[in-house]
């Protein structure tokens, strides 16, 4: 069993910056496929960014490359997004999942733990 715990969310302007974090607790941390989803408000939850147990591949949905960075810190048990020049069509609430299948891909279904959510809001 596997308990995410994210953080960092809150209230930022348009073209701003802030980074998540997901503490996860237990010793196979390492051998998770980690991710970031994120559902807005009426909409369907949507992948975000996966990173491989290893940290050596990563994964962005279009609308976020080159602004979302996945990372992880294997002996911390933690993994973090850093959002920079976000945008108001980036608020949601940010979800933190984990996989125990290493090709996991962008399904939601494939992800066995979820964190409880932080919420993202970015104002115009």
């Known amino acids: 069993q596997v308990q995410l715990v994210e953080s960092g969310g809150g209230l930022v302007q348009a073209g701003g910056s802030l980074r998540l974090s997901c503490a996860a607790s237990?010793?196979?941390?390492?051998?998770?496929?980690m991710a970031w989803f994120r559902q807005a408000p009426g909409k369907e939850r949507e992948f975000v960014a996966r990173?491989?147990?290893?940290?050596?591949?990563?994964y962005y949905v279009d609308s976020v490359k080159g602004r979302f960075t996945i990372s992880r810190d294997n002996a911390k048990n933690t993994v973090y997004l850093q959002m920079n020049s976000l945008k108001p069509e980036d608020t949601a609430v940010y979800y933190c999942?984990?996989?125990?299948?290493?090709?996991?891909?962008?399904?939601?279904?494939?992800?066995?733990?979820w964190g409880q959510g932080t919420q993202v809001t970015v104002s115009s």
């Open positions: 990173i491989s147990s290893s940290g050596g591949r990563t």
């Open positions: 237990g010793r196979t941390f390492s051998s998770y496929t």
């Open positions: 999942a984990a996989s125990t299948t290493y090709y996991a891909g962008s399904l939601s279904k494939n992800y066995n733990y």
